[in-house]
């Protein structure tokens, strides 16, 4: 569709999506100060109507879109991005960055961000576990008892934390201590094997510090965060009907793995910003919105769930902003 009536159906969705009501012809002229008259504006939004992009609640209100009218939306939006200028990619952030957070931490604020900068549900999916591979460790004496240990990654990922030590560690225990783990991790040491007595003081204190360092809880296949603000987006509907579909949304999502297939085979192994209106081989979906971006790779996928009605222009800048934010942090 293009012309005069793509471009009438787009002002209903874009009123819609700020007002949440039926909309008219006259709000039309006074919205976006048409020199169409009223009666041609009726005249296209019947037919829009025929169409199945628009339909009226009721004989004398206005007009609602319809999941197809939510659809030509976004993507006449999505398009809109996709020919602007692209987004420069960002630095790669020096690592460790100044203040920034351990993985699984950055990762949940990330979806923390989506969901308030967006008001629907901000959902990450991490990378997968073999990309945290250890590949080596570094080992510096802060102060007695102390150790700085870095962690770099098979990705590259740097990570820093403190550990303890015997206070009375000399230079070359360190020395030989991080050698160790060097040739352990490269051989995937298993860090429950038992060491004999004849092992130095540095390898008992390098089998140690593996066993800390791998000590992390594992990432859940799935981040999501900001319910309440998902379920007042959704209570625009009716009460009652948000609260059947946070049920709906939230038994969907006990089954992770599922979630994650079903979202790769949304994108298609394509890269960039996507959005998915109203998902009809899945009930849960079919009158919500998914708006998805890659990072890091093609399998790592972040993005927001949202009503039909979502802002598609703010969702589009917070989703594209924080996946190309988070592949300069991994990279």
């Known amino acids: 569709m293009r012309g005069r009536r793509a471009r009438i159906l787009v002002e209903v969705v874009d009123r819609y999506i700020r007002t949440h009501q039926p909309v008219s012809s006259q709000d039309l002229v006074r919205a976006y100060h048409h020199r169409l008259s009223s009666a041609t504006i009726r005249n296209e939004l019947h037919a829009l109507e025929e169409e199945g992009y628009l339909y009226k609640p009721h004989p004398s209100s206005g007009r609602v ?7 030509f939306f976004a993507q006449w939006l999505l398009a809109m991005v ?18 920034l957070p351990p993985l699984p931490d950055l990762l949940r604020r990330t979806a923390f961000l989506l969901a ?12 997968r576990p073999e990309a945290f591979r250890c590949a080596g460790v570094v080992l510096r004496e802060i102060r007695p008892g102390a150790l700085l240990a870095a962690t770099i990654s098979e990705s590259g990922l740097v990570e820093t934390r403190i550990l303890l030590c015997p206070p009375d560690l000399g230079p070359e225990d360190l020395r030989d201590a991080e050698q160790w783990l060097v040739q352990q991790l490269r051989g995937n040491l298993n860090e429950d094997t038992l060491l004999g007595p004849w092992e130095g003081r540095a ?23 900001g319910w309440p603000q998902f379920l007042s987006e959704l209570a625009v509907h009716s009460p009652g009907w948000a609260l059947k579909k946070i049920q709906a949304i939230l038994q969907l999502l006990q089954d992770e793995p599922g979630f994650l297939e079903l979202l790769r085979d949304l994108r298609h192994g394509e890269s960039g910003l996507m959005a998915h209106v109203g998902i009809e081989q899945i009930p849960e979906l079919e009158d919500l919105s998914l708006v998805t971006a890659s990072y890091f790779t093609d399998r790592e996928i972040l993005g927001v769930a949202g009503p039909l009605w979502m802002d598609y222009a703010r969702t589009f800048a917070a989703v594209r902003y924080l996946a190309s934010r988070l592949q300069s942090f991994l990279r």
């Open 116 to 127: 308030g900068l967006t008001g629907g549900l901000g959902f990450v999916v991490p990378p």
């Open 82 to 99: 996709q020919d602007a200028s692209p987004l420069p990619s960002l630095p790669v952030e020096p690592q460790p960055a100044p203040g």
């Open 203 to 225: 390898v008992q204190l390098a089998h140690r510090l593996l066993r800390e360092l791998r000590e992390v809880p594992p990432l859940s296949c799935l981040l999501a965060e």
């Open 65 to 71: 879109p319809t999941v197809q009218g939510f659809r």
